[in-house]
């Protein structure tokens, strides 16, 4: 079983950037397309950012064009550069490997908070 760990979440002002990393445990990272998701207060969790193995990327459109998903397959690690933040991106992030619009393959991970508020 892949092991997920986020980081980098925090709070910043409406307009700030965060840089979120994701490292996955296990030697199948490079070989899984994988994805950043989002779960904000009473909302359900959904995926706004996917990559291929390949680094082929995909955005949800509330965050395309401010948010940047990438990967470095030797270092196991996936990240999400997130720019123009807005109140509205305030949820916890997640990371995993794609088995639909909200789900995941591995066992979710504790997340990483991001708040963004003056």
């Known amino acids: 079983q892949v092991q997920l760990v986020e980081s980098g979440g925090g709070l910043v002002q409406p307009g700030g950037s965060l840089r979120l990393s994701c490292v996955a445990s296990g ?66 992030y997640y990371c995993n490997a794609p088995a639909g619009a909200e789900t995941g393959i591995f066992n979710w991970g504790q997340g990483t908070q991001v708040t963004v508020s003056t």
Do not use: C, H
């Not at 199948?28 to 990327?57: C, D, H, N």
């Open 27 to 92: 030697n199948i990272f490079s070989r899984l397309a994988m994805g950043w998701y989002r779960q904000a207060p009473g909302k359900q969790r959904e995926m706004i950012a996917g990559i291929t193995k390949e680094s082929v990327s995909n955005y949800k459109d509330s965050v395309k064009g401010r948010f940047t998903i990438s990967r470095d397959n030797a270092k196991k690690t996936m990240y999400l550069q997130m720019n123009s933040l807005r109140p509205e991106d305030t949820a916890v």
